[in-house]
């Protein structure tokens, strides 16, 4: 099957919230995710695969430098195939071209490999606090 990546793709929110939901693993939830992203996004990028959405990411920023990852998720069909690592290559080529400096993404420990060895992050220091 053919995946066809698109920086700033139409979706709709259904089926947006059907993704998540899969490769989450969570209730299917209501999210008005067109708005979300027109308000606080540089872009997103989306997978498909015989027209239907298989793969997201959002790229958050902060106007300037600063560029986010955030909600990376493929359908849990549809993992280990370079989907996620494809998602995250058109992510950083945009943010680059929008004369960002910096991409930064978070992630929980059993994704370390995905975004270190995949994807070719590095290390950082950084700090959170739990809200």
């Keep these: 099957m053919t995946v066809k990546y698109e920086w700033r793709g139409d979706f709709d929110n259904a089926s947006l ?8 693993g969570t209730p299917v939830a209501r999210t008005d995710w067109r708005a979300r992203l027109e ?38 069909d549809r993992r280990s195939r370079g989907v996620g690592a494809a998602l995250v290559a058109v992510a950083v080529k945009e943010a680059r071209a929008a004369k ?14 995905f975004y270190f060895d995949a994807c070719g ?9 739990a809200l």
Excluded at 56 to 75: E, K, R, S
Excluded at 100 to 113: A, G, I, K, N, P
Excluded at 121 to 129: C, D, M, N, V, Y
């Design 100 to 113: 960002c400096e910096w991409l930064h993404v978070d992630f929980e420990e059993h994704l370390r490999s």
């Design 121 to 129: 992050f590095r290390e950082t220091s950084a700090g959170l606090i």
């Design 39 to 76: 308000d606080h996004s540089l872009g997103w990028v989306c997978a498909w695969e015989d027209d239907a959405l298989s793969g997201f990411v959002n790229v958050g920023w902060d106007g300037g430098a600063h560029a986010f990852i955030l909600d990376t998720v493929v359908a849990r």
């Design 17 to 24: 919230d059907a993704l998540h939901a899969d490769g989450f």
